[in-house]
């Protein structure tokens, strides 16, 4: 990213509100746990496994577990997370989730208001990138987080592009131990 | 006052003149063609329960020399403008796109077939068809009886569209709700261009029509002889590819040269011909003019690429620009003697630009049979695309520009070690962009590479038939309102699929489920190039019939007309509701009692997103396929959350319902597994008698069972009104689902509208047949 903005932004570059990029773990985990009623929105991309024959899945009901945060199954998921013995908190598609996020009055997963950071995980990038937009554009009341493997802009916290899954893994990894320690 | 009056009158005098409103076909309606507000108040009562969801696909405005203007963080821009407004700005503007496509689409072809036929001759869509323009008569009130009434509905298209993109102008309408119903207007009269642009062909051209059972065509550039002269047709406008047939046959060379058709233009010509060979879908287009196939290449108006001439030069084929739509700053040479062009062409490898169709047939056939000798047509070997992939070194870059999000150096890489399933897959999942190739430092030949992967293979399509007839609405009618024919399932347009499987998949999905699956477009195409293990496709597997488990090719993008124009034939032909210039009526209709469900999943272009807020004004909801998210605004609703009220029509009373049916207008689905029960259950109405809501929540548990998993779907008592509604199969479970989470049952309503729960001049009775 560009450190510099030009002095007559109107004319060359406006509307670059982007991600915060979070490359620790445990800043990642200091802002789940800094929130009241986060919410954890789980994507067809975790039914795929990682090369060491570990499902991405089970990152995301580790981290859930860890930190105690509701799960929201979207597309095909539910099935997947039955399966593992986990029943998702609720279940909507990528755009449903997002269009209730919006709504400052939605009473939220758990009935007790809505949510005020939610993180994404597992969302092709395109549709993923959209719904952080509506989010960033239309939910000044919420963060957004990604977990995935690369960088969203519209999100306001971001992981960064990784080379390698392997990486990637491990910061997954390490953020679980993080939010295991508790507050 | 006395003036405003006047004015009024001497306006609607005159358009009584136009729409002939003393022929008593039908009494006119209250809406003879709506000016934008006419209809606002339809629009306002979609959009209180179907609200707009907006998703910027930029944070800023750059339309005007006041900005760029950054609309994020509740700014407003320097004409004031907000993002939410913006948004449905942009959306507008496609709509108009996309409908100014499809109107100028029938324009042009209104002039070349009244130049042909002159103004009088007759519409004449067989016996079987007496409602001809299902649009046309409800929008405009014109029972269209000649190619010269086609012009009056094209010229209220465009005055309308005049008025629309007015709005667009900085500094004027402020309201994204205000946008939004000129938007649904824009996708209104993109089914009147469309509608009027396909009757004129089929007259025009001869094309089939009250017929189902049309030819089965060869598809796949496997089906073209390469040592034939090869001339590739591309875009969506037949006007020079029927004349290329005509020039053909009348010179005894159909059995000499190759026509093939890329893109909507393919499913027209195998309209006229069905000699002529479809290549494939819009993504299959760079692939076929890199393979260098063609000797010859005629575009004409949309999805065609905008580098034809630059990749044509590349392979050595000629290039013939067909319209005035796309020129590509060739010289025209319209007027100059056809020896010549076909001279510079050959000798020069010179490209023109033809706009009179004869010539440029003639200039084509007759360069392709210089050309075609001189031309290699050789493909890669496997043993040298093998060779040729070890130049990639997997370094990513391919993948981070690709809009399928596709990891293509995993497939080169694969292919490198010999093994071609990978790149197989991945051409499947392919654009056919390009960008890929442009992206790649070591300049692998991508699109060579994957050629060999492709293939030879061929499938079959059936070609378009236009028109649903008059008696097949007749005998689905009953069913389809009733729920026993569970849906109509349209599978339409662009090619820019997640997997190009998924289409072939939904069709035989649906179809064995006994839905009327209704294709179009380049989806009609995709449709048949998968094969079950009979080596069958989707098109002779099934009935071409519309009826329960038929599967229906229409034709091409301006064919759409004739699906939603099913919608309304149900209306007025099955139910007797009056349709001339009775808009709302018949939306109000399609809303609340025809169970039909438009997929778009592969929607790229700005004429899908006019197709489809077309349906969504006529009150047919569309699924799209995840990158759709980019069109930028869907329409949706929060089924627990929003008013599902409804007037009992029969008792004057208005319900509250509860059921969320149908539970959106415009969505996007993330995956096939997750848009397989979304479309069944989007085919929900209120309508609905016990035994069709049992078949249609049978489907709806059922494909919810295979696809997602995890037991029953968790929205499943929100369709549940008594106790009959469950369907047998499930019977026992779903009553113990019911009583766990307190269910009560509720009485289904008699006749569902929306008329009598807005501010309308439509009265409730006018809904009652």
Known sequence: ?183 | MAVAEKKLSRKLEELHKRIRADLPWEPVGPTPMPDIPDLRSWDMRLLKTYKPFYAPFCDLCCLCTYGKCDLTGGKRGACGIDIATQQARMVLMACLMGCSAHAAHGAHILEVLIEKHGPDKKIDLGESITIEAPHIRTVIGLKPETLGDLQIAIDYVFKEVGHLLDSCHTGQEGSALDYESKALHAGMLDHVGMEAADIAQIVGFGYPTSVADTPLVDMGWGAIDKSKPTILVSGHNPATSTELIDYLREHKLEDAVEVAGVCCTALETTRYSDRAKIVGPLSRQLFFMRAGIADVIMTDEQCIRTDTPQEAAKTGAAVIACLDKAMYGLEDATEMVTDDIVKRMVDNGEQFAILDSKKAAEVAVKVAIELAPKRRKEWLTEPEAVELAKKCNACGMCEQVCPNLLCIGDGITEMAKGDFAPIRKLFNECLGCGKCEQECPRDVAIFKLMQVAAGNETWKARSGRGPIMDTEIRTVGAPITLGTIPGVIAIVGCSNFPDMDDIADMVDEFAKRKYIVVLSGCSAMVAGMKKDADGKTVYEKYSPVFEAGGVVNVGSCVANSHITGAAIKIANIFAALPLRGNYEVMADYVLNRVGAVGVAWGAYSQKAASIGTGCNRLGIPVVLGPHASKYRRLYLSRKEEDDWSVMDARKKEIVDTGEPSPEHLAYVCETKEKAMPMIAKLCIRKNDTPQGRAIKLNHYISLHRKYIGGGLPEDLHLFVRRDADIPLVYKKEVRAHLQEIGWQPREPVGLPTYIGTYPSKIAIDSVIH
């Not at chain 1, 930190?67 to 979207?74: F, H, L, R, V």
């Not at chain 1, 939605?106 to 937009?133: A, P, T």
Request: charged residues 25%.
């Open chain 1, 1 to 183: 990213m560009s450190a510099v903005l030009p002095r007559h932004r109107v004319n060359i570059l406006t509307g670059t509100k982007s991600a915060r990029l979070i490359e620790e773990a445990a800043e990642c985990a200091g802002y789940i746990k800094k929130a009241k009623r986060p919410l954890l929105v789980v994507g067809p991309l975790l039914l795929g496994s990682s090369p060491d024959g570990k499902l991405l899945m089970d990152y995301a009901i580790d981290l859930a577990k860890a930190a105690s945060i509701p799960i929201c199954a979207t597309a095909q998921t539910r099935g997947k997370l039955v399966e593992m013995g986990v029943q998702p908190d609720c279940v909507y598609d990528a755009v449903e989730i997002v269009n209730a996020l919006k709504d400052p009055d939605w009473k939220g997963v758990k009935k007790e208001g809505n949510h005020d950071l939610v993180m994404f995980f597992g969302i092709r990038s395109d549709l993923g990138s959209q719904g952080l937009s509506t989010l960033k554009h239309f939910a000044p009341h919420l963060k957004t987080m990604t977990l995935c493997k690369h960088y969203f802009p519209h999100a306001s916290y971001s992981l960064t592009n990784f080379r390698k899954d392997a990486k990637w893994q491990e910061f997954l990894e390490s953020l679980i131990e993080e939010l295991k320690k508790g507050d």
